[in-house]
């Protein structure tokens, strides 16, 4: 059987970014087209449309800090798999496959046990409304198993990027999306024979999806790249390979866990504003990840780029692939923020029929659409870091990102500080008095306008830690 395998150390820089980065934008494309799909259909139950939104809506923070405890695995075996097929040494590759298949049956253990007992708990937290309390909860209970699928397509898709091939995942990801797509309306609506199932028939439709997703990820790993299947041997416990995808997984994860902790704590802010604004959230986060695929297809394909050629002792190409993945993602992100700022209330519209909501979310988009921009530049340095295994620049990024800027100016721009914080020196009560005063009649502004400040102090940051080139050393 020919080799699916790109060797990315030769050839046109561009062209191999290309051909990677192309099919990644279509499988994220198509990833994203699962929340879409339940938020447009959602959108048209008529008098309940904002609640099932909402309740979907409220559910994304939480199941994104969930699934981040798995991120940095995905991003060990990626770099890992990358490293050694540059490196020229297929028996390690094998032997991290084994490993890390071993992580991953022991994480989804963890994570399907405590998140379903931690449940109940943490919607009250997050100031869920009680009118959508039920439905968030029943919603939940069946996403969460979901998740444990998409754990195993990622898993797959991230050793298939890491030796080049961005083919196969791609067409998954159309099947599983392709049954989504048919399913979702035929059990939210109760068409034909299927009952009416509203918010729980998303949910089930979305397991469905990611079940055959999981199944046809295995039967590709046997059909399509035997050589990457690994042997009994490789699945005994080796204390060297562990070390190294836990030492390039921890930070990651860990990064990835406090971001999504600190949107956690985003949510719950937007949460207590009720549902015209939780909706416009949802729906404007959904659009602008829409947006944001090519941004994200070309930071995995620079991943995989650049841990071969760290992998062959080719720093100079690496750096080479920056400066042309960084000029690809950027000319992209221009058209599409270009259109997300002129037509964003259209483009809501298509979603839902709700006035306000349509009509906030046009003012919110002509915000966020300049955030995307921005954060197209951070996804290309964390996809450097992320290829080189240079994991711990990619954690301060995200830790800082949310923690560091984002959270502390939502306080200071919503004036929300003064509830928390008795301010007794005048001139600094007057000082922040005064930076709130915009947002006096609509705080939840500075959710937006947060995120666009918070990205562009990160994206600055980025740029330093890959100027001091730490990530330059290869981790195998």
């Known amino acids: 059987m ?24 279509a499988s994220n494309l198509v990833q994203t087209l699962y929340n879409l799909t339940d938020a447009f259909w959602l959108g048209k139950l008529g008098d309940g449309a904002r609640e099932a939104v909402s309740a979907v809506g409220i ?18 075996g990626n770099t890992l798999v990358a490293q050694f097929k540059g490196a020229r040494q297929p028996d390690k ?12 049956t022991g994480f989804s253990f963890i994570f399907l046990t405590g998140s379903l007992l931690l449940l109940n708990n943490i919607l ?13 909860r029943n919603y939940l209970s069946i996403i969460i198993p979901a998740q444990v699928f998409m754990f195993i397509v990622i898993s797959i898709q991230s050793f298939y990027q890491g030796v080049g091939d ?28 299927f009952p009416r199932m509203e918010v729980i028939g998303a949910a089930w439709a979305t397991l469905i999806a990611r079940i055959l997703a999981a199944i046809l990820a295995f039967a590709s790993l046997y059909r399509y790249h035997p ?14 390979m562990l070390s190294k995808i836990f030492k390039i997984s921890i930070p990651a994860s860990f990064g990835q866990s406090m971001t999504s902790f600190g949107f956690i704590i985003l949510q719950g802010f937007v949460n207590s504003y009720g549902t015209l604004v939780i909706s416009t959230h949802v729906l404007n986060n959904r659009i602008q990840s829409l947006f944001m695929m090519p941004a994200m297809g070309i930071s995995n394909a620079l991943s995989a780029v650049i841990g071969q050629n760290l992998g062959a002792g080719e720093i100079q190409r690496a750096k080479d692939s920056v400066k042309v993945a960084m000029k ?6 221009a058209v599409g923020g270009t259109t997300v700022f002129f037509f964003g209330g259209p483009i809501i519209s298509f979603f839902i029929n709700d006035p306000n909501v349509i009509s906030l979310g046009a003012e919110v988009m002509k915000i966020t659409c300049f955030t995307s921009l921005i954060f197209a530049v951070i996804f290309i340095y964390i996809g450097v870091f992320n290829g080189s295994g240079y994991t711990k620049a990619t954690m301060t990024i995200n830790i800082a990102r949310l923690w560091l800027f984002r959270l502390p100016l939502v306080l200071l721009l919503s004036g929300l500080i003064f509830k928390f914080v008795n301010i007794e020196i005048p001139l600094i009560n007057s000082i922040l008095r005064y930076i709130a005063y915009p947002m006096r009649e609509r705080p939840y502004f500075a959710l937006w ?11 600055v940051w980025s740029y330093h830690l890959y100027k001091k080139g730490k990530w330059q050393k290869a981790r195998i």
Do not use: C
């Not at 020919?2 to 980065?21: E, H, I, V």
């Not at 590759?93 to 991953?104: N, P, S």
């Not at 009250?124 to 968030?136: A, C, K, R």
């Not at 050589?227 to 060297?240: A, G, N, Q, R, W």
């Open 59 to 76: 559910s994304f923070p939480l199941i994104f800090f969930l699934q981040s405890f798995g991120f940095g695995f995905v991003v060990s």
């Open 166 to 193: 961005t083919i196969i995942p791609m067409k998954i990801q159309m099947i599983s999306v392709g049954v989504n797509l048919l399913i979702d309306p035929l059990l939210i609506f109760g068409i034909a024979f």
């Open 2 to 25: 020919k080799s699916r395998q790109t060797d990315l150390t030769q050839g046109d820089l561009f062209k191999n970014l290309t051909r990677l980065a192309l099919p990644i934008m």
């Open 227 to 240: 050589e990457l299947k690994p042997h009994l041997s490789d699945m005994i416990p080796d204390k060297e």
């Open 93 to 104: 590759i094998h032997r991290v496959i084994g490993q890390y298949f071993l992580v991953l």
């Open 449 to 459: 306008y947060s995120m666009l400040i918070s990205n562009a102090i990160a994206a």
């Open 328 to 333: 690809f993602a950027l000319t992209i992100m």
């Open 124 to 136: 009250v937290w997050l100031q869920t409304p009680v009118e959508i309390m039920e439905s968030t």
